[in-house]
């Protein structure tokens, strides 16, 4: 039999050059039959198969033909409509035995793969450049008609789309890979790739000078630049744009804590002196760092700069600090932005209300966003002024809390800068009171009725001044007395520092009597100031009145405890001559025997160093000290 010529493609056999010859015992019964139509074959199923398509389809030559054909309908189907891909063979079952080899078969295939020599063994691995590798993407982008701009544009989509709109699957793999580069996870990070599109020589186009003018550009959409470099910068400038929008929004929130009412009818951010501590800078810092971080870096960075150092140790800015300025900027900005959130230039508001500020000063700074209007602060002032004085009251009516009044005359002179008819410059005279919380005391020791009682069985012959001397820890006294001049040399000379801290030891346990439970400010609350005169006693009684009533104290209602109230040496005696005058009345508030007169210490002191003075008969006159 003559052997019948191989294609040069996959070695299939060619039957256009040498007709297939048949045996010379051929008969009509060696003869092949037709095959089946191939409609039939599709309908068939695996078990009713005709002899010859099973036969067929277990030929060794049958994938390189499937492949042949496939690859001819793609060329001719390139430009018509989609391409089809090869079609799979059909999965021959592992059990069914394998036909040995016909007498019509060009190529018989061996059952078992016959051992490759040395020579023919495949070569090692050859790694491509990256330059190959790129030149290899970028034929295959030209294969299927697409720029870098495309593939870029299409791999980044969050959602794929074919040419009617309707979502399209990605593959696994492509999400997968996509997935670990967006999230950092490869070789490279996404800010690698945009750090060198920004840098490279081909960003700016060349002979385009606009688009050095759109560099950091707030005006012009970054989708409207066509450079790299331009785009980007401006992308991100736009960016940060409405990032801070979205911070300055979020300040002027009413949970944010910037909020003040100057007169709130519910009392829902109301001002109160709490808020206005020592502490208010650094509260407002903190509202601002927590909801506007990014401005606060930006203005950190642009009100700094650079640390100096000096004998390697870093200098300390100590004139003009950067947190105040900046607080304050941003405190404008907010107020410019919402008249809510006002609670920084509230503050400087009433600064300038107790410095007795010029009032154009509110109006331009008003404008400027610095501080409120004069009758805003004003009125916040008289909202601040009646909860104060609610409270005062409760206090006043408690049964557990004592008060101490002191008094004292003012005196203001009004200068009439523009003196007409009627208006003439004055002395202002008056009255002024503060009430002053006492923490820490028995309210038994305030006891009214007690004190009466203890006066009317004539206890008072006993307090003397023996009593009262023996009434003080003399070796307690001496002990603090040593204390403090051994805390003076410890502090003041650095050989004798490391004896500090027994110093402090001692002061905490040897000469430690009565210490207070709690270390804290003391309350005092201002009382309104009254015109009365404080050297007429009929006025200076009505002063007095006045100031009770401020702290809860009326005639129907006041409660039988002792008040401690004193000023000055002129104010104590007069309040023992109102006593002296009062006390023929029947009722304890109507003769004040709820007060109990208490002179300064620090007017006491100074009444002794005067009379040492006069005793010495030093030249000097006490007017010129």
Known sequence: MSRTPLSPRKNIPNTSETPPSLPSNATDQNIPKPLHDISQIAASTPETLPPEWEELLKHPLLPALLEVVATASAALNQDSGPVIPPAEPLPISPQEPRLAPSLTDENPMPDTEQPTPDSEQPSARQYRTPKAKIDLIFKALKDVHWSLADFLHYISEEKLRDQRGKDVPRSKSCSQALKMFLEGKDNHHPIDIVDAWFWHSYGRPKGEEKEEDLMYSIDVPASDIKGARAAIS???????????????????????GLHVIAQSKTGKHALDWSRLGPGLFDDVAAILQEHQPLAWHFLSQMASRPPRKQDGEVLVR??????????????????????????????????????????????????????????????????????????????????????????????????????????????????????????????????????????ARNECHDVTADWFLSQIDGRHLEDVKVLQWIQTLVRYIPALSGHRKHINMLYA??????????????????????????????????????????????????????????????????????????????????????????????????????????????????SEL
């Open 509 to 622: 346990t040897r000469v430690r009597k009565t210490a207070p439970t709690e270390v804290k400010k003391t309350e005092v609350f201002p009382l309104a100031a009254t015109e009365k005169d404080e050297g007429v006693t009929s006025e200076l009684k009505e002063a007095i009145i006045e100031f009770l009533e401020q702290l809860g104290q009326t005639e129907d209602k006041y409660l039988r405890h002792i008040i401690l109230a004193g000023g000055d040496g002129l104010t104590y005696e007069k309040i023992l001559q109102i006593k002296k005058y009062l006390q023929f009345h029947p009722d304890e508030f109507q003769n004040l025997a709820i007060l109990e007169p208490l002179l300064e210490l620090w007017h006491t002191e100074w009444t002794d160093l005067c009379r040492i003075f006069r005793r010495s008969g030093h030249r000097w006159a006490l």
């Open 234 to 256: 401006s992308f991100a400038v736009q960016l940060i744009a409405k990032r801070l929008v979205r911070e300055a929004d979020e300040v002027v929130k009413p949970s944010s």
């Open 318 to 455: 100590e004139l003009r600090p950067v947190s105040p300025i900046i607080t304050d900027v941003l405190s404008r900005i907010a107020y410019s932005q919402s008249n809510r959130a006002k609670l920084l230039p509230m503050a400087h508001g009433i600064n300038h209300f107790a410095s007795g500020a010029y009032s154009n000063l509110y109006r331009i700074n008003s404008h400027l966003a610095a501080m409120p209007s004069y009758s805003t602060i004003r009125g916040s002032l008289v909202d601040m002024a009646e909860k104060e004085t609610a409270r005062l009251k409760e206090l006043g009516n408690s049964e557990h809390i004592a008060l101490r009044l002191v008094i004292d005359n003012v005196q203001r002179y009004s200068k009439c800068w523009q003196p007409s008819m009627g208006q003439q410059s004055q002395m202002l005279k008056g009255m002024a009171g503060t009430a002053i919380k006492i923490d820490d005391v028995n309210p038994k020791a305030w006891d009214l009725d007690d004190k009466l009682e203890r006066v």
